[in-house]
């Protein structure tokens, strides 16, 4: 079955990085454009990044450019975010869903405070 597993997400302080993970099985990952999303407490759903089938496109929301970049190796099925400069407002749930939004992990936490 189709499976997004997301992992990385943890306890930072401001001004650190992340990375997080998501490891995709049960369909042909390299076909799919595949997107980060999150939601922070209490607010809704925030689009992040999304990365093209090939690595070769990629888009951020606006509080994103220049502190994520978004990147995928698709000889392992796997999708990445790396978060640099993190302050609290970056702090959230992680998803990771395919580009068209069919497919989510179950999400991971990311807290940035001190």
């Known amino acids: 079955q189709v499976q997004l597993v997301e992992s990385g997400g943890d306890l930072v302080q401001p001004g650190g990085s992340r990375r997080l993970s998501c490891a995709a099985s049960g369909f042909t990952f390299k076909n799919y454009n595949m997107a980060w999303i999150r939601q922070a407490p209490g607010k809704r759903l925030e689009w992040v990044s999304t990365?093209?089938?090939?690595?070769?496109?990629?888009n951020y929301v606006k509080s994103a450019k220049g502190r994520f970049a978004i990147s995928r190796d698709n000889t392992k099925n796997t999708l990445y975010l790396q978060m640099n400069s993190l302050s609290p407002d970056d702090t959230a749930v992680y998803y990771c869903?395919?580009?068209?939004?069919?497919?989510w992990g179950q999400g991971t936490q990311v807290t940035v405070s001190s």
């Open positions: 990365i093209n089938s090939n690595g070769g496109s990629t």
């Open positions: 869903a395919t580009g068209s939004f069919d497919k």
